[in-house]
T-cell receptor, first 113, second 114 residues
Framework: GENVEQHPSTLSVQEGDSAVIKCTYSDSASNYFPWYKQELGKRPQLIIDIRSNVGEKKDQRIAVTLNKTAKHFSLHITETQPEDSAVYFCAAFYYNQGGKLIFGQGTELSVKP | DAGVTQSPTHLIKTRGQQVTLRCSPKSGHDTVSWYQQALGQGPQFIFQYYEEEERQRGNFPDRFSGHQFPNYSSELNVNALLLGDSALYLC?????????????FGNGTRLTVT
């Protein structure tokens, strides 16, 4: 079925450390994988996305890697800052009947100064 | 350039009542998706509208229905409200999801059912 598993559910790091969030998806036909950041009381905002023809994408301190064989993708945040504290959601695009984005359960990241 | 706008921002209803939530997509977008986000959970896909038709539907009962207008704006209707319908309802717009387009979310409507 359509499913995206996300781990860990909570993650606490010291400022300056790296943070890694991992997701797996179930449909091998999926080829678009965005990541969203949601601060408390605010809308989810797209921070980075990757398509299946690319194995890695980087934007300043944020990078995403994709392993299509394993149906696994990850978000990497380096040199974390307190303002990175938020809930992060991965998602996978499922093509069945027009396409829809299915989200993981979220990871609450806490960056301690 | 206005982003996705939703109204109202907050709503309190009683069990059994009906509610209508509204969404205007980002300029240039033609597809609207609705999500339900319970506290501490990821957004759950309700349905998607394109060309005024429901194109995709998630695992939600028929009490949840929607509509898309010629100007691409959309409504989400929920009948016979249950306590479990209390959640943040997010509208997201995109430009034709055929190839997997980024979703742009509105600020959501916080629905409380008492």
């Amino acid at each position: 079925g359509e499913n995206v598993e996300q781990h860990p559910s909570t993650l606490s790091v010291q400022e300056g450390d790296s943070a890694v969030i991992k997701c797996t998806y179930s449909d091998s036909a999926s080829n678009y994988f965005p990541w969203y950041k949601q601060e408390l009381g605010k809308r989810p905002q797209l921070i980075i996305d990757i398509r299946s023809n690319v194995g890695e994408k980087k934007d300043q301190r944020i990078a995403v890697t994709l392993n299509k064989t394993a149906k696994h993708f990850s978000l990497h945040i380096t040199e974390t800052q307190p303002e990175d504290s938020a809930v992060y959601f991965c998602a996978a695009f499922y093509y069945n009947q027009g396409g829809k984005l299915i989200f993981g359960q979220g990871t609450e990241l806490s960056v301690k100064p | 350039d206005a982003g996705v706008t939703q109204s109202p921002t907050h709503l309190i209803k009683t069990r059994g009542q009906q509610v209508t939530l509204r969404c205007s997509p980002k300029s240039g977008h033609d597809t609207v998706s609705w999500y339900q986000q319970a506290l501490g959970q990821g957004p759950q896909f309700i349905f998607q509208y394109y060309e005024e038709e429901e194109r995709q539907r998630g695992n939600f009962p028929d009490r949840f229905s929607g509509h898309q207008f010629p100007n691409y704006s959309s409504e989400l209707n929920v009948n016979a409200l249950l306590l479990g319908d209390s959640a943040l309802y997010l509208c997201a717009s995109s430009f034709s999801t055929a190839l997997g387009s980024p979703l742009h979310f509105g600020n959501g409507t916080r629905l409380t059912v008492t």
